[in-house]
T-cell receptor, first 113, second 113 residues
Framework: AQSVSQHNHHVILSEAASLELGCNYS??????LFWYVQYPGQHLQLLLK??????LVKGIKGFEAEFIKSKFSFNLRKPSVQWSDTAEYFC???????????FGGGTRLMVKP | DTGVSQNPRHKITKRGQNVTFRCDPI?????LYWYRQTLGQGPEFLTY????????KSRLLSDRFSAERPKGSFSTLEIQRTEQGDSAMYLC???????????FGPGTRLTVL
């Protein structure tokens, strides 16, 4: 069965610091990759997604992620975080042939003003 | 608001009681998903519908759980004889088409006393 690992459970940064959140998945076939964000008190929202093509994908609010197939990774990055980026971030995977999403355990990001 | 809606938002029940949750997907979305999220974890897939057909069920979905989507629009998730371990956030998501981007609702938080 596929699984998703997010190695950083809690991250604390100061505003303007750069962010990289790790995500690794275990599945050898073709996958679709997603990052979702959950702001305090709000529901899960899609940040960005990768289906095919350019492995560097850009999402909303200045976020981007790079798919490295050889490393089974899909790390999320942002060059300069803001206080408003404080949230929980979830990496998710699904198979082309399937529809269920498999989520990682999440990374809780706190940005200090 | 044309997003995914879920009712109720909160449910407190005593162990052994039955509960039912409702999800209204985004209009015209033919796929509907149920997930469960416990504190500190990512969402876990429970079941999935395409139109009115329930196509996939997780082994997490014990025989006390049943889900329906009678007319291919809204869905209900019923838990019979609730147990304390059922306490969680129950999330609904919907999607349309081949890109399988899932849009999530706000969730129903269940507390079993």
């Amino acid at each position: 069965a596929q699984s998703v690992s997010q190695h950083n459970h809690h991250v604390i940064l100061s505003e303007a610091a750069s962010l990289e959140l790790g995500c690794n998945y275990s599945y050898g076939g073709t996958v679709n990759l997603f990052w979702y964000v959950q702001y305090p008190g709000q529901h899960l929202q899609l940040l960005l997604k990768y289906f095919s093509g350019d492995p560097l994908v850009k999402g909303i609010k200045g976020f981007e992620a790079e798919f490295i197939k050889s490393k089974f990774s899909f790390n999320l990055r942002k060059p300069s975080v803001q206080w408003s980026d404080t949230a929980e971030y979830f990496c998710a995977v699904n198979l082309n042939a399937g529809n269920m999403l498999t989520f990682g355990g999440g990374t809780r990001l706190m940005v200090k003003p | 608001d044309t997003g995914v809606s879920q009712n109720p938002r909160h449910k407190i029940t005593k162990r052994g009681q039955n509960v039912t949750f409702r999800c209204d997907p985004i209009s015209e979305h033919n796929r509907l998903y149920w997930y469960r999220q416990t504190l500190g974890q990512g969402p876990e897939f429970l079941t999935y519908f395409q139109n009115e057909a329930q196509l996939e069920k997780s082994r997490l979905l014990s025989d006390r759980f049943s889900a329906e989507r009678p007319k291919g629009s809204f869905s209900t998730l019923e838990i019979q004889r609730t147990e304390q371990g059922d306490s969680a956030m129950y999330l609904c998501a919907s999607s349309f088409g081949l890109n399988n981007e899932q849009f999530f609702g706000p969730g129903t938080r269940l507390t079993v006393l």
